[in-house]
């Protein structure tokens, strides 16, 4: 638990998996966590943030970032249409595109507001009803729009069935990028994030091995 910790074992992951050290990004997710374990975190050196809410992200992050300079915020939880220009205001790095629309949208106001966020596509690699994502079948044609559109498009990202060996979703993930051209993958979390790195993830995104459990429900 804590920072530190999870920095050497993504190292030691980074190494069993023959990969070079320092190759995979932490995105630590601070997500309903106490604003004291979060500027623990950024005073201890980290600036690489998650976030699921574009709302909770902007009570808490205008003040931080000026606090502490060169935080990168990614936004890994559901963007609603009529969210997507305070997204942009706010985020770095944008983890949950799954539809044309919204892949649109973004393409139009980063124009607008003159902002090139990363970009990942979202996959629902289980094909899960209520999922977000989108479907196998409809990746490569995603990710097909996102290029037209100009998009910095990064790689993809899928949070795996929590029933299922999420090692099957991760290689299943890499599979997909490799043959859309794509380098970045999105994928791990507290409780897989070292599967995740030998299978070759460039972001985990982990919350509460590094802060300790959510103090309430992230919704
Ligand atoms: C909350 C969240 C995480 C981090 O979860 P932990 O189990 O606390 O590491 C990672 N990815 C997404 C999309 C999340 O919503």
Redo the contacts with the bound molecule.
């Keep these: 638990m804590g920072l530190d910790q999870i920095t050497s074992d993504i190292a030691a992951a980074e190494r069993n998996a023959g990969r070079e050290e320092g190759s995979t990004q932490l ?1 630590a ?1 601070s ?1 309903v966590q106490p604003l004291e374990r979060v500027e623990a975190v950024l005073k201890a050196g980290h600036r690489v943030f ?1 976030e ?1 809410r574009v709302q909770e992200a902007q009570g808490k992050w205008p003040a931080l970032k000026e606090a502490f300079g060169g935080v990168e915020l990614h936004l ?2 559901p963007l609603q249409s009529n969210k997507v220009r305070a997204a942009l205001e706010l985020f770095d790095a944008i ?2 595109v799954d539809s044309e629309k919204l892949a649109r949208r973004i393409a139009m106001i980063s124009g607008e507001i003159g902002v090139t966020p990363k970009i990942f596509v979202q996959v629902n690699t289980g094909d899960e009803p209520q999922k977000a994502g989108v479907a196998l079948a409809e990746v490569d044609t995603l990710v097909a729009t996102c290029r037209e559109l100009g998009l910095n498009l990064q790689g993809l ?1 899928c ?1 795996p069935p929590v029933d299922e060996e999420p090692s099957l979703h991760f290689a299943l993930l890499a599979k997909i990028a490799k043959r859309n051209g794509l380098a970045g993958l999105s994928m791990g ?3 897989d ?1 070292e599967r995740a790195v030998a299978l070759g993830a460039t972001h985990v ?7 300790g459990d ?1 103090v309430r429900p ?1 919704g």
């Excluded at 995104?205 to 802060?211: K, L, T, W």
Aim: proline share 0%.
């Design positions: 995105i997710v997500k998650g699921n890994i939880g983890h949950t990202m949070i979390m507290s409780s994030f995104r982990v919350g509460s091995a590094i802060f959510r992230a």
